[in-house]
Nanobody
Framework: QVQLEESGGGLVQPGGSLTLSCVASGSIDSIYVMGWFRQAPGKQRELVATMTIDGYTKYADSLKARFTISRDNAMHTVYLQMSSLKPEDTAVYYC???????????WGQGTQVTVSS
């Protein structure tokens, strides 16, 4: 069992920055993929960014100029640095972890990010 705990969400003004963190705990040796998805009200959950244990990243095309994913493999932690935030970035941001062997896939409970003046 793996638990994911997000932190760092909150209210930020347009143009501001925010960094999200997610710590994985439980029965873990390593986690192949960690990352972030988001879901805005009335919309489907969408990819923000993911990163493999060896550093391969995948971003939503519309976000990669403003968002940066990083991770600390030893601490089982993934970060999301968000800059130049826009009101349309308002969403619940979910941490994600996936490992192929042994197979598992987990989601965090989500952290709210609100971009508003």
């Amino acid at each position: 069992q793996v638990q994911l705990e997000e932190s760092g969400g909150g209210l930020v003004q347009p143009g501001g920055s925010l960094t999200l963190s997610c710590v994985a705990s439980g029965s873990i040796d390593s986690i192949y993929v960690m990352g972030w998805f988001r879901q805005a009200p009335g919309k489907q959950r969408e990819l923000v960014a993911t990163m493999t244990i060896d550093g391969y990243t995948k971003y939503a095309d519309s976000l990669k100029a403003r968002f940066t994913i990083s991770r600390d493999n030893a601490m089982h932690t993934v970060y999301l640095q968000m800059s130049s935030l826009k009101p349309e970035d308002t969403a619940v941001y979910y941490c994600y972890a996936k490992n192929p062997s042994p197979w598992y896939e987990y989601w965090g409970q989500g952290t709210q990010v609100t971009v508003s003046s």
